[in-house]
Structures are given as structure tokens and as C-alpha cells.
């Protein structure tokens, strides 16, 4: 079994910056691949990204390649997903999620078998 904590939500200007952590419990961390979703209100949750357990691969959805950074420091038990150049469309509600099956399609949600609560971000003047 596998708790996942989000946090470092928050309101953020448009073209600004927010860093948001996942803390896991369990001393099994390492063995999980780690992804992040996100769901604006009226939308479906889609993805965002995910890493490896290992941190050694990345991958992440074209809306936010080469403004979003994915890391993980394993022993500490945290994920961070590094969030720049916000933009409005961004805000939404970010989950962290584990799962064993990276390499089986790192951006679908099925699989992955551990969910966080979530952490609001708002990015608003």
C-alpha cells in the first residue's frame, strides 16, 4: 500500500512559477513509477507527466513539454513536478499518482494503481 501527499498549490501569476511535491509512504517508493494529472472544473483529468522510477526517463504531454520539469528524489519519498510559464489554462487540480507499468504507457491512467488527494493550482491575475 502506497500514500501519496500532495503539496505547494496555490494562486500564481500568468507567466509565473510554482514547484508542487508529492511525499510517499512506504519504503517501497523506488519501485513505483510516478505520474502527474491534473482536472480543471467541467473537465476530464488528463495527463500531465511521469517518470520512471528511476528517474532515469521522462515523458510528458505536448501542453506542457519544455515548461513543466518532472524529478524525484527517492530518498526523501518525493516527487516535484516544477511548473513554468504558467498560463491561466493551467490551473486545475494536480494529482500524483504510482504505478508499476511505466513502460506500458506512462500517460494512461489505468496504469496506475495509487492517488493523492490532489493540490489546487490557480494561475489567475
Known amino acids: 500500500q502506497v500514500q501519496l501527499v500532495e503539496s505547494g498549490g496555490g494562486l500564481v501569476q500568468p507567466g509565473g512559477s510554482l514547484r508542487v511535491s508529492c511525499v510517499a509512504s512506504g519504503r517501497t517508493f523506488s519501485s513505483y513509477a510516478m505520474g502527474w494529472f491534473r482536472q480543471a472544473p467541467g473537465k476530464e483529468r488528463e495527463f500531465v507527466g511521469a517518470?520512471?522510477?528511476?528517474?532515469?526517463?521522462?515523458y510528458y504531454s505536448d501542453s506542457v513539454k519544455y515548461r513543466f520539469t518532472i524529478s524525484r528524489d527517492n530518498a526523501k519519498n518525493t516527487v516535484y513536478l516544477q511548473m513554468n510559464s504558467l498560463k491561466p489554462e493551467d490551473t486545475a487540480v494536480y494529482y500524483c499518482?504510482?504505478?508499476?507499468?511505466?513502460?506500458?504507457?506512462?500517460?494512461?491512467?489505468?496504469?496506475?494503481?495509487?492517488w493523492g488527494q490532489g493540490t489546487q493550482v490557480t494561475v489567475s491575475s
Open positions: 517518470i520512471s522510477r528511476t528517474g532515469g526517463s521522462t
Open positions: 499518482a504510482a504505478g508499476l507499468r511505466y513502460y506500458s504507457g506512462p500517460a494512461l491512467s489505468g496504469n496506475y494503481d495509487y
